[in-house]
């Protein structure tokens, strides 16, 4: 009897949501509702030291926002769950001893300290980073005895020695790696926390997954989760591996080159179902050199064999065609429905007002003064000359922009208080002149050399909009002479 389709998108909440996690949640959903199966979400989570509260709920709420939802999660329960994984937390252990006892797995019981040497060791020898199995020989009753000690351990995979670990592909057809390029890879870390491995391949047994579909990066992974699902004695599900979004030169898509959060479009006008229908133009084809249709026209002929594994680029230019197609076939009544939800509200101009009231006299006076609230990408072909900082080269301020935007990514929130904080602090690092940096940065997120207080302009302004601004004005500065 053949199971009932179950297929799942699994994203980690560590940052913004991606667009790549919409482009893989997109045809996982379009093939579930084309078989009639279940799209189910889950969280994973075990990644402590990164996964965010308010990232899941951003994730939530951006791939309700492209019409990507699902039959089971997190917020909708399900009969498989907990679906957050650090709910749990009890599963894991049970299945890495289970492994251990069946000797498909062991405890090793090496430090930290001498990890860090062996790697350093390996490299010097020019051999491939990995583990030296030292503890894989240690006698089972020693190994049993040292942990019920409390001896701090991890439990690693007994990956078979030779031969080779052979799956088929969906797209792919068989893809086959060699046994002896496989690590021993840790299964349970020392805190009782499963590694990613582990801990998907065990839900996605127990959740009744059928299909994994997910990005062809995790390819190299396949062979640890084929391993896995043999030394269990589990049926695996069907891989499928999508081609990778890629930049225009072909390397991965990556938020230097292009805008990766999904809440940089919705921020910057982008309709839902005109960045949906791009991402389905990802290595897929409609057929009948059609580009434009939505979910459900999609779902309806959805096959497998319409996906090309040549490398979709994500062209910005591509997706702003489509995005004007939809714009200009709906109604003027639709269109400022839209324009209200974006920007247009009571909520955001009451975010705006305070900074620019003391500049207008007359309403009118509005729009040129809350301009670049509004605007999306600014031209800084007029201020060119003021883009700098004291007797710097262009090329040194280009990079401090970088280098003090990856600084503000790593800010839990994007707040007036914080930013200035994290300002500061850049400047007293770097020792640059903090008012020199300033009216850089506010040069380069208004246009502008005068304008309402900087940083609490920056949060109204919001932070999708203000790391495309920083990034192409560092792009921008770059290339002056």
């Avoid at 799956?167 to 009782?192: A, C, I, M």
């Avoid at 133009?281 to 059609?290: A, E, L, V």
């Avoid at 497998?304 to 200009?328: C, M, R, T």
């Amino acid at each position: 009897m053949t199971k009932p389709t179950r297929v799942r998108i699994a994203p980690s909440p560590t940052g913004d949501p991606h667009v790549g996690t919409a482009y893989i949640a997109l045809f996982n959903y379009v093939f579930a509702k084309k078989v009639g199966g279940k799209f189910v979400l889950r969280i994973e989570d075990t990644d402590r030291t990164r996964a965010r509260a308010d990232s899941e709920a951003m994730i939530f709420d951006a791939l309700k926002w492209c019409g990507l939802t699902w039959d089971e999660g997190p917020d909708v329960g399900g009969p498989f769950g907990p679906y957050r994984q650090s709910e749990r937390f009890d599963i894991y252990g049970k299945y890495a001893e289970e492994l251990v006892e069946k000797k498909k797995a062991y405890r090793c019981f090496c430090t930290t300290e001498r990890l860090a040497a062996l790697r350093v060791q390996r490299r010097q020898q020019k051999l491939p980073p990995g583990y030296d199995r030292r503890c894989r020989t240690l006698d089972p009753e020693e190994s049993a005895k040292r942990a019920a000690e409390g001896e701090a351990h991890t439990v690693r995979l007994a990956t078979p020695l030779e031969g080779v670990t052979v799956y088929e592909d969906k797209l792919r057809g068989p893809v086959e790696f060699q046994n002896t390029q496989v690590d021993d890879q840790v299964l349970l870390k020392s805190d009782g926390f499963p590694t990613y491995h582990l801990a998907n391949v065990v839900d996605d047994h127990l959740m009744e997954i059928t299909h994994v579909i997910r990005a062809e990066e995790w390819i190299s992974s396949t062979p640890k989760h084929v391993l896995l699902y043999q030394s269990f004695g589990w049926d695996q599900p069907e891989w499928i591996h999508m081609p990778l979004l890629r930049n225009s030169d072909k390397s991965k898509i990556s938020k230097r080159k292009n805008p990766v959060s999904i809440n940089y479009y919705k921020d910057a006008g982008v309709l839902p179902e005109a960045l949906v229908n791009f991402l389905a133009n990802m290595g897929w084809s409609y057929g009948d050199d059609r580009e434009k249709f939505t979910v459900p026209e999609m779902a309806e002929v959805f096959s497998w064999d319409k996906v090309s594994l040549g490398a979709p680029v994500f062209n910005g230019e591509k997706l702003q065609w489509l995005n004007e197609k939809y714009i200009h076939e709906k109604s003027y009544e639709e269109i400022v429905d839209l324009l209200m939800g974006w920007r247009f509200n009571r909520d955001h101009l009451l975010k705006v007002l305070p900074l620019v009231r003391e500049r207008i006299k007359r309403l009118d006076d509005f729009i040129p003064a809350a301009a670049f609230f509004f605007d999306g990408d600014l031209d800084y072909k007029g201020i060119a000359e003021k883009l700098k900082i004291g007797d710097l080269k262009k090329t040194q301020v280009a990079k401090l922009v970088k280098e003090l935007l990856e600084n503000y990514e790593a800010l839990p929130d994007w707040e007036a208080e914080a930013l200035q904080q994290a300002s500061r602090d850049f400047c007293e690092a770097k020792e640059v002149k903090t008012k020199h940096l300033f009216m850089l940065l506010r040069l380069l997120v208004t246009g502008r050399k005068a304008s309402p207080p900087l940083f609490e302009t920056m949060e109204v302004v919001g932070k999708e909009l203000c790391r495309r601004r920083l990034r192409q004005g560092a792009e921008f500065i770059s290339k002056q002479k």
